[in-house]
């Protein structure tokens, strides 16, 4: 099951994909991990999705990325008269924290702690953006508010705050159950929804001790102004762009989908690239032109993994969505402009003898036409730091653990296998040798690069460039 692509498919499970058998069809057609939004998945029904992931990966033998996505804080003014009102422009409208029924001059909003966070100027959209209310004046009660852009406004829409840092944390109680319900589980990444702070992904790292990997959903403004920060102490992010089309102009999504792209390509940390990127599949047997050239654009910009959500999830035509997105990675990535691209935003190693190494091991590679670059890993981090050098040629990523093998399945270009740790130089060479035969990858008489920590098994410890001759048969 080696994939012919660099870039990772992360498919959303749901109503239209959740048995086994679609779930085997979904990685035999190109998903590399699966989600799971716990928004709409209870936990008695997240558990038999991870038992079915692994009942696949068994059966293929090969390592599956699990993320169970985390709700995050859902904000969401009360109920209507009649279970609606019409909010005019230029009208007044209060927003405040008495339980009555609202209308169109008013209504609950039943959150305390953003009435500690909005000032004046600040301002509310609410509906996914359809609606826009500015503060006018705000105390500990209530907010009023002057209708920008009005509209219907029904029960229990939802509420983004652009401009106001919200003084709670990022997980709900909701999101503490479900987190620990999942690490009980085993699975292998953790996304955190709404995060404003890096704070917020300290607290689940708390949590997780180590479990499972973290992955920060970047979706508020307040998240982008503290990129840096955010990148420091998380394992990998997503660009969320459906909430953060809603938190800031449209137009500027793009823009901040290539900042965080590269962000993280710097870091050495996988990005997602997530949200409406097939939307018409979701009835549609093919994608629109414009779905095709943004998927190429992910792409082109370097992102590790790119994400299908409702098209897998609740489409009529999931499969063909993971295929159509394998395709077009396929394509994107044999074109000459790609390796351009990758060449061109390439970043200075870091300062360490991993990043050093792993810069080296990619200029040998392509300086001397090497077959692969293949990395003996513990904890991933070698290979992490090799697929930040985006080398030309494949990368395998050989682990005695299988939670190591299924979080790297969201890296760029990283083919990963679980095997037994090595006895020794010589057996670790020749083993890399005979895996990249067995797999495909290197032919006989070829060449491939070998990198790895000294001792065997100590993490983080990249320190040692090895170059070997696959063999022929005997490699069989």
């Known amino acids: 099951m080696r994939r012919l692509r660099r870039t990772k498919i992360v498919a959303t499970l749901g109503p239209a994909s959740s048995s086994r058998e679609m779930i085997a069809k979904l990685f035999e057609a190109g998903a590399d991990v699966f989600r799971i939004n716990m928004s709409h998945t209870p936990h008695d029904k997240m558990r038999e999705l991870v038992t079915a992931i692994r009942a696949v990966e068994k059966d293929y033998n090969r390592p599956i990325g699990i993320l169970v996505d985390l709700q995050g804080p859902k904000l969401r ?163 969320a762009r459906g909430d953060l089309g809603v938190e800031m102009p449209l137009e500027k999504v793009p823009g901040i989908q290539k900042q965080l792209t590269r962000a993280s390509r710097r870091a050495g940390k996988p990005v997602v690239v997530a949200t409406q990127m097939l939307e018409s599949m979701i009835n549609s047997p093919v994608p629109t032109r414009a779905e095709v050239s943004d998927v190429a654009t992910a792409i082109f910009d370097g992102a590790d993994a790119i994400m299908l959500s409702a098209e897998s999830a609740a489409g009529k035509y999931p499969v063909e969505a993971v295929m159509t997105m394998n395709r077009i990675a396929e394509e994107v990535e044999s074109e000459d402009g790609y390796r351009a691209i990758m060449q061109a935003q390439h970043a200075e190693p870091e300062a360490t003898g991993a990043d050093a190494i792993a810069a080296a091991a990619r200029q040998i590679a392509d300086t001397l036409d090497l077959s692969a670059i293949i990395c ?56 890399a040798c005979r895996i990249a035969f067995k797999d495909g990858i290197a032919k006989a008489g070829r060449r491939v690069i070998i990198v790895a920590g000294l001792p065997l098994g100590t993490p983080g410890a990249t320190n040692m460039i090895r170059i070997a001759f696959v063999g022929g048969e005997e490699m069989d």
């Not at 007044?92 to 209308?103: H, N, P, R, Y």
């Not at 292998?188 to 404003?196: A, V």
């Not at 653990?401 to 020794?424: F, P």
Request: aromatic content about 4%; proline content about 5%.
């Open 77 to 239: 003014v009360g109920a209507f008269t009649g279970g609606s009102a019409m909010l005019e422009q230029g009208a007044s409208f209060t927003l405040d924290l008495d339980s009555a029924i609202g209308d169109a001059n008013r209504a609950h909003l039943p959150h305390p702690e953003i009435f500690a966070g909005m000032e004046p100027g600040h301002s509310l959209l609410l509906d996914d953006g359809k609606i826009r209310l500015v503060a006018t004046e705000t105390d500990r009660q209530k907010i009023v508010t002057r209708v920008e852009v009005g509209g219907k406004l029904s029960d229990r829409k939802g509420v983004s705050l652009p401009d106001t840092v919200i003084p709670f944390s990022a997980l709900t109680p909701k999101d503490h159950s479900d987190l620990e319900a999942a690490l009980d589980t085993g699975i292998d990444w953790i996304g955190l929804s709404f995060i404003q702070r890096p704070d917020d992904i300290a607290e689940a790292k708390k949590i997780t001790r180590g479990r499972a990997s973290v992955m920060a959903k970047i979706e508020k403004p307040q998240a982008v102004y503290r990129l840096d920060e955010i990148m420091e102490v998380t394992d990998s992010i997503m660009v």
């Open 376 to 431: 003996w890993t513990s904890s991933g981090s070698t290979g992490l730091r090799v697929a930040r050098e985006r080398p030309q040629v494949p990368i395998v990523a050989i682990s005695p653990n299988l939670a190591t093998g299924r979080k790297l399945s969201v890296a760029w270009g990283i083919h990963c296998v679980v095997a037994e740790d090595a006895h020794d130089q010589d057996d670790m060479v020749e083993r």
